[in-house]
C-alpha cells in the first residue's frame, strides 16, 4: 500500500485529527532536534493540540530563547543564560535522535569503507562450494596460527616470570666456556 498522498485540509473526525496531530508534531521535533544538531540552529517551537494542550520543543531550551527574544538580546546562548528546565521526555527524546543520527553515520561508514573489513567478514551466502572449501581451509590455518602465536606467548611470559622470580635479565645467557677450570 504504502504512503498515499493526501489533500491538505482540516480533518474533520477527531480521533483522526488527533492522531495526526501526535504524530505530526513528533516529525516537527525530529526535524528541529536534526536542525539544531547538524546546523547548531537554536530552535523554540510552541504548539497547541486540538484538546487544547500545549506542547514545547527548545534547543538549548524554550525558557532561554523566549527570554533573549523578549530582551531583544542577540549573540549566542551566553549572552543570556536562564536554566535548562526541559521535561525527562524531551531530553530522552532528542538523545534518541542524536543517537540514530550517529548511528546512521556510522553505518554509512562501514558501508564506504569496505576496504577495511577483513576476509573473515564477508558473508558466506553467495559462496560456491569450492569457494567454501577454501574458506575453510583458511580458518584452520588462521586457528593453527593463533594457536601458535598463544604458544609463543606463554613461552615468553613464563621466560619472564621466571627471570623476574630471580631478579635476572631475560636476555642474560651464560657461556660454560668461560667455566673451563670448575
Known amino acids: 500500500m504504502g504512503r498515499r498522498k493526501i489533500e491538505i485540509k482540516k480533518i474533520e473526525k477527531k480521533s483522526s485529527l488527533q492522531v495526526t496531530f501526535s504524530k505530526r508534531r513528533t516529525g516537527l521535533f525530529r526535524k528541529a532536534s536534526e536542525l539544531s544538531v547538524l546546523c547548531g540552529a537554536e530552535i523554540a517551537i510552541l504548539v497547541q493540540s486540538p484538546a487544547n494542550k500545549i506542547y514545547s520543543y527548545g534547543h538549548p531550551s524554550v525558557e532561554t530563547l523566549f527570554h533573549r527574544y523578549q530582551t531583544g538580546g542577540g549573540g549566542g546562548a551566553a549572552s543570556s543564560i536562564i536554566p535548562y528546565r526541559e521535561d ?65 606467548m606463554e613461552k615468553q611470559k613464563s621466560i619472564a616470570a621466571s627471570a623476574s622470580m630471580w631478579d635476572l635479565d631475560p636476555t642474560f645467557q651464560i657461556n660454560y666456556q668461560d667455566f673451563d677450570g670448575f
Open 88 to 152: 525527562g521526555r524531551s531530553k530522552y527524546d532528542e538523545a534518541v535522535k542524536k543517537l540514530e543520527i550517529v548511528k546512521r553515520s556510522m553505518k554509512q561508514e562501514s558501508n564506504s569503507s569496505s576496504n577495511t573489513r577483513f576476509w573473515w567478514d564477508e558473508p558466506m551466502e553467495g559462496m560456491e562450494l569450492y569457494e567454501l572449501e577454501e574458506y575453510a581451509e583458511a580458518m584452520e590455518a588462521l586457528k593453527d596460527n593463533v594457536l601458535r602465536r598463544v604458544d609463543e
